[in-house]
């Protein structure tokens, strides 16, 4: 639980709002492609396409 809080807490400090984020974006700060479906599951992150989010 701890780490999705750290990631959640990174989205809302750095990612773009109101603009997709893809894959490659949030490897480049260590968000792997599992931890973003947690994020999806969670509610923190829309899915858009099987590369695109919102958050």
Do not use: K, N
Request: aromatic fraction near 10%; charged fraction near 25%; avoid cysteine.
């Amino acid at each position: 639980m701890e780490d999705i809080t750290r990631l959640v807490q990174f989205l809302m400090d750095f990612a773009p709002r109101g603009e997709p984020l893809d894959l490659g974006f949030l490897a480049e700060y260590g968000v792997t492609s599992v931890e973003a479906s947690h994020l999806v599951t969670g509610g923190w992150l829309r899915r858009l396409s099987d590369d695109a989010y919102l958050l």
